[in-house]
Nanobody
Framework: VQLVESGGGLVQAGASLRLSCTAS????????MGWYRQAPGKQRDMVAT???????NYADSVKGRFTISRDNAKNTVAQQMNILKAEDKAVYYC??????????WGQGTQVTVSS
């Protein structure tokens, strides 16, 4: 399974960005896709995940600002990020976790927010 992300960049605080990720390969229908992020010197943290039935889960720090969505037919997941803050700056990774626990990761995309 390969995951390819796009959509990162440099924006000012208060702006919006949309991240996209496409998965390819042999993928089971029962999986969870999501986004994680890692800031310099910090651990990788969950930002948002979405199950194949569309039910989302968000980190408290992004609730109300970020929206995750997926298209099961296209094996894609997207994350709309609004009202970006300086603390949102990180490398964002797309992830896919299969029902049996196997996990796959994208290469990461940089999001930089200037204050």
């Amino acid at each position: 399974v390969q995951l390819v992300e796009s959509g990162g960049g440099l924006v000012q605080a208060g702006a919006s960005l949309r991240l996209s990720c496409t998965a390819s390969g042999t993928i089971f229908s029962d999986n969870t896709m999501g986004w994680y992020r890692q800031a310099p010197g910090k651990q990788r943290d969950m930002v948002a995940t979405i199950a194949n039935d569309g039910s989302p889960n968000y980190a408290d720090s992004v609730k109300g600002r970020f929206t995750i969505s997926r298209d099961n037919a296209k094996n894609t997941v997207a994350q709309q990020m609004n009202i970006l803050k300086a603390e949102d700056k990180a490398v964002y990774y797309c992830a896919l976790v299969e029902w049996y626990g196997g996990d796959y990761w994208g290469q990461g995309t940089q999001v930089t927010v200037s204050s």
